[in-house]
């Protein structure tokens, strides 16, 4: 399901002042198309016994005294428990009586575009032509994947634009390749994340990084966690759920702290940001490091936030 595997990083500021490097530690960066990704993570789990009720609507959520009442377009469901990840847009939290969550919502818009050669294997991110974000290209083996965001503030009017210029730059025409827009939910601050029974993970649970915009990786790791929970539950634990909330706040919620307060000096100032903080001779390793995940925020942050601040 690999596309190809990305070992480079190239960083530009407004499409010049490029800067290019390995990755740290000689590791590399997957990259995927979501719709054979998603279709293998659910062949994963009907192979271990999971039933998939396809195209089948949740209309209500409803507790009584063996779990949750499930009721749907195609008919009711039973559950001793239930994790909710129906993602930015979804009404699982609300009807699951989790109270309303104070959410930090960003934009994004993302073009697929398929070619007929291979691709280098070099990540592109621009940072400084979209404010409070910044745009991306992400090699597959067959085409790229281009995109742009804005994490803090509202999404500037001309996003589809600036993405046509950019994609362009790739000899991608905009026009002619399949776009999506959607909303990003931006890990805001560390909340109950379960309730009697049941849980939220993923996009459901807020916890896109508020620096990168990331999902994919948190989402994972938050299923995982919220699995082993449920597994302590059904074992007879009676407080596994709430060990759910604390593991995600230890392992995600702390390093998404240092996230924002870095994405809060490097967006509120790019332009500094961008010579100080990645084009300065020995800053570019502390984000390689970040993106190939081979360190956490909370383990560079300090640093990062001197050197961008000046100090």
């Excluded at 089948?56 to 005294?65: P, Y």
């Excluded at 919620?253 to 332009?271: I, K, N, Q, T």
Aim: aromatic letters at 8%; hydrophobic letters at 40%.
């Amino acid at each position: 399901v690999i596309s190809t595997k990305v070992t480079k990083l190239r960083c530009t500021y407004r499409n010049q002042l490029a800067v290019d490097g390995e990755l740290a530690g000689g590791t590399c960066i997957w990259m995927v198309r979501r719709s054979a990704f998603d279709h293998y993570l659910v062949k994963q789990a009907m192979s271990q016994g999971s039933v998939l009720e396809a195209s089948t609507t949740v209309q209500a959520l409803e507790r009584n005294d063996d779990g949750w009442l499930v009721k749907t377009d195609r008919g009711d469901f039973e559950a001793k428990s239930l994790i909710a990840a129906d993602g930015a847009k979804g009404q699982s939290a609300k009807q699951l009586g989790f109270e309303t969550k104070q959410r930090q919502i960003a934009g994004a818009l993302e073009a697929e575009a398929s070619l007929a050669y291979p691709q280098d294997d070099v990540l592109h991110v621009d940072f400084g032509t979209v404010k409070s974000g910044y745009m991306w290209n992400f090699p597959k083996l067959d085409g790229h994947s281009i995109g742009i965001g804005a994490f803090k503030g509202n999404a500037p009017k001309n996003m589809r634009e600036l993405l046509g210029k950019y994609s362009a730059r790739f000899g991608v025409d905009l026009q002619s390749s399949r776009q999506a827009g959607h909303p990003v939910v931006v890990w805001h601050a560390n909340q109950r994340l379960h309730t009697d029974g049941a849980l939220l993970a993923g996009e459901a649970a807020g916890i896109v990084d508020p620096f990168s915009a990331e999902g994919i990786r948190p989402s994972m790791r938050s299923g995982m966690l919220a699995a082993h929970a449920i597994n302590g539950l059904l074992a007879g634990n009676p407080t596994a759920l709430e060990g759910y909330s604390s593991a995600i706040q230890e392992e995600i919620g702390e390093d998404m702290v240092w996230a924002a307060r870095l994405a809060s000096l490097f967006y509120r100032f790019p332009g500094m940001a961008y010579r100080s903080g990645i084009r300065h001779p020995g800053a570019f390793p502390w984000l390689s490091e970040i993106v190939s995940g081979r360190a956490r925020y909370r383990d560079v942050a300090h640093h990062a936030i001197a050197r961008l601040a000046g100090k």
